[in-house]
């Protein structure tokens, strides 16, 4: 079965600290993979899409089809990037319904 | 509209009663997408809806729930005879085609007491 898996709740860093925020995946097919953010009192928003290869707001995250990963990453944390990160799997074949994960809330502080 | 516009943003109702909840999507977006979230946990697909194809029905959890979209465009989700466990904040998206990325709304806060 199709499944996404954040293993981490929360995670709390201090401004300036490298964050990686961990997505692994469970897909047999070919997955397109997404990172979705939530800010405090905002409507969900997609941050970036492994299609794209950008980095937006400087987090980047690279598919690694081996390890079946999704990383959320970014070198200097702020704190204005405190919010909720939900990774989510698209199935191939048409179906655009997203598979998302549990969520990880990301606590930067001062 | 600026977005995706979902009504009421919050529903309180007694168990047993039937609620509906209604989602505009985005001018022009052909596809729509009800989700649920419940608390602690990640968003759950419900149904999705693209042009005048028949809609995904796959993720809805019991024949207690349906989903309609009228024109293409509004969609209204219907839960009949409501339990507690229906409790969850429920989020509508819609996107301009099956390729494109989702866009959300603020979702409606369904509280069964």
């Known amino acids: 079965a199709q499944r996404v898996t954040q293993p981490e709740k929360l995670l709390s860093v201090f401004k300036g600290a490298p964050v990686e925020l961990k997505c692994n995946y469970s897909y047999s097919g070919s997955p397109e993979l997404f990172w979705y953010v939530q800010y405090s009192r905002q409507r969900l928003q997609l941050l970036l899409r492994h299609i794209s290869r950008e980095s937006i707001k400087g987090f980047t995250a690279d598919l690694n089809k081996g390890e079946t990963s999704f990383h959320l990453k970014k070198p200097f944390a702020q704190e204005e990037d405190s919010a909720m990160y939900y990774c989510?799997?698209?199935?191939?074949?048409?179906?655009?319904?997203?598979?998302f994960g549990a969520g990880t809330r990301l606590a930067v502080h001062p | 509209g600026a977005g995706v516009s979902q009504s009421p943003s919050n529903k309180v109702t007694e168990k047993g009663k039937d609620v509906e909840l209604r989602c505009d999507p985005i001018?022009?977006?052909?596809?729509l997408y009800w989700y649920r979230q419940s608390l602690g946990q990640g968003l759950e697909f419900l149904i999705y809806?693209?042009?005048?194809?028949?809609?995904?029905k796959s993720g809805l959890p019991s024949d207690r729930f349906s989903a309609e979209r009228t024109g293409g465009s509004v969609s209204t989700l219907t839960i009949q005879r409501t339990q507690q466990e229906d409790s969850a904040v429920y989020l509508c998206?819609?996107?301009?085609?099956?390729?494109?990325?989702?866009?959300f709304g603020d979702g409606t806060r369904l509280s069964i007491l």
């Open positions: 998206a819609s996107s301009f085609g099956l390729d494109q990325p989702q866009h």
């Open positions: 809806f693209q042009g005048n194809s028949a809609p995904d």
């Open positions: 001018s022009g977006h052909t596809a």
């Open positions: 989510a799997l698209r199935l191939s074949g048409g179906y655009n319904k997203l598979i």
